[in-house]
Nanobody, 121 residues
Framework: QVQLVESGGGLVPPGGSLRLSCAASGSIFSINSMGWYRQAPGKQRELVAAITRGTNTNYADSVKGRFTISRDNAKNTVYLQMNSLKPEDTAVYYC???????????????WGQGTQVTVSS
């Protein structure tokens, strides 16, 4: 079993910054891609940013230039630095990771429980 635990959400005024962290633990042999998704009320969950094990990154157009995703493979942790936050960034942010639990197993997707980010004055 694999667990993803997010931290770092909260309330921040427009223009502010937050840093989200997500640590993976449990039965982990290898982690391929890691990423952050978000879901605002009444909307579908959407990709915010993703990073491969080789540190190639992909961002939603709406966050390019403001958000930065990074990872520490030794700690099985992914981060999301969010700057110049806007009210439309308000959502529950979910961590995602593709994890292999053994040498011969497949990669499976796991999700964190979500952390609330609210951008408001």
């Amino acid at each position: 079993q694999v667990q993803l635990v997010e931290s770092g959400g909260g309330l921040v005024p427009p223009g502010g910054s937050l840093r989200l962290s997500c640590a993976a633990s449990g039965s982990i042999f290898s982690i391929n891609s890691m990423g952050w998704y978000r879901q605002a009320p009444g909307k579908q969950r959407e990709l915010v940013a993703a990073i491969t094990r080789g540190t190639n990154t992909n961002y939603a157009d709406s966050v390019k230039g403001r958000f930065t995703i990074s990872r520490d493979n030794a700690k099985n942790t992914v981060y999301l630095q969010m700057n110049s936050l806007k009210p439309e960034d308000t959502a529950v942010y979910y961590c995602n990771a593709a994890v292999k639990s053994g040498w011969g197993s497949k990669y499976y997707n796991y999700w964190g429980q979500g952390t609330q980010v609210t951008v408001s004055s």
